[in-house]
């Protein structure tokens, strides 16, 4: 009976492997049999939950055809954790194990995923109760016959063992402080392994990531002196620069610089210029201010972005 149920455990998990490209190792700690059917009946139709010992998964994925595929998830298969296979969008699974979560009372000599507090205000305890907060250091005073909380207080921080003490408290309270379920640890995509956090970055967030890296980039060529499609226009931008300080300086002129050098040869025109460019009023004056002062700004940002660099580098 056991070697049958084993064949027919590795057939299915061969066949999870032959159909599926990506998948979600999660940890199942806390996690009872009947929370596991109900997010089994969640994924259905979108994603398939196994779970097994680690030591026989990791045979069969060693002896599977596809082994440079999903061998990176070997190492990853330690302590209590199942594999959800899918083909859909890895973000909408996850969302999905997160909706499946429940409460959960604190048992003494767990470990608290999240720091527990008690919440200021009555708690419909009788006054011979006294005792057992006060051991807990928390501030009480009787009202209208029961005990009330003065401030919010944590008993548990994250990380620490939930004691006896703070356990009996939180079950007269009636808090359920914990929240378990499957927990996405790793995921595997495209024939490679990441965290399960990097579901959570938005399209903003890698925006603003690639965004980086072209700057990066774009500071590294210039410095080095090599023009890449990154650093090509702060090349041409500085270029003109040095072209146009020349062209003020010395009697070589040309299209783009005509208008500056008549301004500069013509004192008056440049005054006219600067005088419609004032402010039109003084109850004007506060705004136009503050435009100078986001054009100051905008204008040393754009000094920064192109290297510091001046006009005859």
Request: hydrophobic share 45%; glycine share 6%.
């Given at each position: 009976?056991v070697?049958?149920?084993?064949?027919?455990?590795?057939?299915?998990?061969?066949?999870?492997?032959?159909?599926?490209n990506?998948?979600?190792?999660?940890?199942?700690d806390?996690v009872?049999?009947?929370?596991?059917?109900?997010?089994?009946?969640?994924?259905?139709?979108?994603?398939?939950?196994?779970?097994?010992?680690?030591t026989?998964?990791?045979r069969i994925?060693r002896?599977?055809?596809?082994?440079?595929?999903?061998?990176?998830?070997?190492?990853?298969?330690a302590g209590?954790v199942?594999?959800?296979?899918?083909?859909?969008?890895?973000?909408?699974?996850?969302?999905?194990l997160?909706?499946?979560?429940v409460?959960?009372?604190a048992?003494?000599?767990?470990?608290?995923?999240v720091?527990?507090?008690?919440?200021?205000?009555?708690?419909?305890?009788?006054?011979?109760?006294?005792?057992?907060?006060?051991?807990l250091?928390i501030a009480?005073?009787?009202?209208k016959?029961q005990i009330?909380?003065l401030?919010d207080?944590?008993?548990i921080?994250k990380g620490?063992?939930?004691?006896?003490?703070?356990?009996?408290?939180?079950?007269k309270?009636k808090?359920?402080?914990?929240?378990y379920?499957?927990?996405?640890?790793?995921?595997?995509?495209s024939g490679a392994?990441f965290p399960?956090?990097?579901?959570?970055?938005?399209?903003?967030?890698l925006t603003?990531?690639f965004?980086?890296g072209?700057a990066?980039?774009?500071s590294?060529?210039?410095?080095?002196?090599l023009p890449?499609?990154a650093?090509?226009r702060?090349?041409?931008s500085r270029?003109?620069k040095?072209v146009l300080s020349?062209?003020v300086?010395?009697?070589?002129?040309?299209?783009?610089?005509?208008?500056?050098?008549?301004?500069?040869?013509n004192?008056e025109?440049?005054a006219?210029?600067q005088?419609?460019a004032?402010?039109?009023?003084?109850?004007?004056?506060?705004?136009?201010?503050?435009?100078?002062?986001?054009?100051a700004?905008?204008?040393?940002?754009?000094e920064?972005?192109?290297?510091?660099?001046?006009l005859f580098d």
């Open positions: 009976m070697a049958a149920k084993k064949e027919v455990y590795v057939a299915r998990l061969q066949g999870l492997l032959d159909t599926y990506k998948v979600m190792l999660v940890l199942v806390n009872g049999s009947n929370q596991i059917q109900n997010i089994r009946a969640e994924l259905r139709g979108t994603a398939e939950l196994i779970m097994g010992k680690n026989m998964i990791r994925l002896q599977n055809k596809n082994i440079n595929k999903f061998g990176l998830l070997i190492p990853e298969l209590n199942g594999l959800v296979f899918t083909n859909n969008d890895l973000s909408d699974i996850k969302t999905i997160e909706q499946s979560t409460a959960a009372p048992k003494a000599g767990a470990i608290a995923p720091d527990v507090v008690v919440p200021a205000g009555d708690t419909g305890l009788e006054p011979t109760q006294t005792a057992t907060l006060q051991r250091n009480t005073r009787i009202n016959g009330m909380i401030n207080h944590t008993i921080h620490d063992k939930v004691g006896a003490s703070e356990a009996a408290l939180l079950q309270l808090i359920m402080p914990f929240k379920g499957l927990v996405p640890h790793v995921v595997f995509e392994v399960a956090t990097v579901l959570d970055l938005t399209q903003e967030d603003k990531k965004l980086a072209v990066n980039i774009a590294i060529s210039l410095k080095i002196g890449t499609t650093s090509i702060h090349s041409l270029g003109f040095n020349i062209s300086a010395t009697d070589i002129t040309f299209k783009q610089s005509e208008e500056l050098k008549n301004l500069l040869d004192p025109a440049l006219a210029l005088a419609a004032a402010p039109a009023s003084s109850a004007a004056a506060p705004a136009e201010s503050g435009k100078a002062a986001e054009a700004k905008e204008e040393e940002d754009e920064e972005e192109e290297m510091g660099f001046s």
